[in-house]
């Protein structure tokens, strides 16, 4: 029997679920000396196990669209869909180091929903630092302009144009794994903005940009138009998550940046799969 959990709730309590048993897969995997690609593949499945079989028990009649299950084109006419990410940065998940190691942190949970056009609940996830952002409790934003912006960028395949675009902010990148953990690193203090740009899903996205909201940030696609969530194609190659008081200069910024590069806007598409992608 579904119990009387608000979505707000639901999104919290998947994503912690599916926290802990990453948690309990990797320091099982690393015990036992497992390999990187066998902790991925574990972790994406047992995460996803939890998702999915929450959600079907909590909210049977939504669809949901996941990183880790076959795409369910019932989706595009249901009026509410859950968007997941069962393990994001999971090249960071499966750095343990070696048997009695702790591993990186820099990893997350994305659970949002979508209902009838909008993003309107969801949470990140952050398992091994012990802290979940979510639209039941929405996290406070830190306030005041920086002297020198911070931009929070991938570790293992920052894009060329954020390289570009600190140089033209005069920016310090801040580099470290998952989507989430840079959507979040803006309320934590240690970024000002994620920019990223080139090649991204939906569910890379959804639950940060959501839980961003929540706390008062500024959320778009790099040219500053909306960020559009259940599409047919679930690609959403770029995003901005910014402080209120640096988003105006940092998308001028990228205006700059992409007109010297000789087009209107920076790249909007997957250039070439990385190979980690699962898709
Ligand atoms: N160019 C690209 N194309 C497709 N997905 C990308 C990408 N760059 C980053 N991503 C995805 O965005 C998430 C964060 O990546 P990063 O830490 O490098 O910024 C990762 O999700 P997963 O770990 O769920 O695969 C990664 O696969
Ligand atoms: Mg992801």
Same mark, same amino acid.
């Given at each position: 029997?579904?119990?009387?959990r608000t979505d707000d709730e639901l999104a919290r309590q998947a994503a912690d679920e ?10 099982? %995997? ?8 066998s902790i991925k593949d574990a972790g994406d499945r047992r995460a996803q196990e939890v998702?999915?079989?929450?959600? @079907? +028990?909590?909210? $049977?009649?939504? /669809? ?11 989706? %595009? ?21 070696? $048997?009695?190691?702790?591993?990186? *942190?820099?990893? @997350? ?10 993003? =309107? ?7 091994a630092a012990g802290t979940t952002y979510g639209t039941d409790e929405p996290p406070v ?9 911070? %931009? ?7 894009? +060329?144009?954020? *390289?570009?675009? +600190? ?11 998952? /989507?989430?953990?840079?959507? *979040? ?9 994620? =920019? ?11 639950? $940060? ?9 500024? *959320? ?7 960020? !559009? ?16 008081? !640096?988003?105006?200069?940092? %998308? ?20 070439? @799969? $990385? @190979?980690?992608?699962?898709?």
């Amino acid at each position: 029997m579904p119990t009387t959990r608000t979505d707000d709730e639901l999104a919290r309590q998947a994503a912690d679920e599916a926290g802990r048993a990453l948690l309990a897969v990797r320091a099982d %995997l690393a015990a036992a000396g497992a390999d990187a690609r066998s902790i991925k593949d574990a972790g994406d499945r047992r995460a996803q196990e939890v998702l999915a079989s929450l959600l @079907a +028990a909590e909210r $049977p009649d939504d /669809a949901v669209l996941s990183e880790e299950a076959a795409d369910d084109p019932g989706r %595009l006419s249901a009026a509410r869909v859950w968007i997941v990410d069962p393990l994001d940065g999971t090249r960071e998940f499966s750095e343990v180091g070696g $048997p009695g190691e702790d591993g990186r *942190t820099d990893w @997350a949970v994305h659970v949002a929903l979508w209902q009838e056009g909008e993003l =309107v609940a969801g949470a990140v996830a952050l398992p091994a630092a012990g802290t979940t952002y979510g639209t039941d409790e929405p996290p406070v934003r830190p306030t005041g302009a920086p002297q020198v912006i911070r %931009l929070a960028v991938s570790r293992s395949r920052p894009p +060329a144009f954020v *390289t570009a675009l +600190a140089a033209e902010l005069g920016a310090e990148l801040v580099p470290m794994g998952s /989507a989430g953990v840079k959507a *979040t690193s803006v309320l934590r203090d240690e970024a000002d903005a994620y =920019v990223h740009a080139g090649g991204q899903y939906e569910w890379d996205s959804a639950a $940060p940009v959501v839980v961003a909201r929540a706390a008062g940030l500024h *959320t778009s696609r790099v040219d500053g138009s909306p960020l !559009v969530y259940n599409r047919p194609d679930p690609t959403l190659p770029d995003l901005v998550v910014a402080r209120p008081e !640096v988003a105006g200069a940092v %998308l001028d910024a990228i205006a700059r940046v992409a007109a010297r590069e000789g087009r209107e806007q920076p790249p909007t598409t997957t250039p070439d @799969a $990385p @190979a980690e992608a699962t898709r």
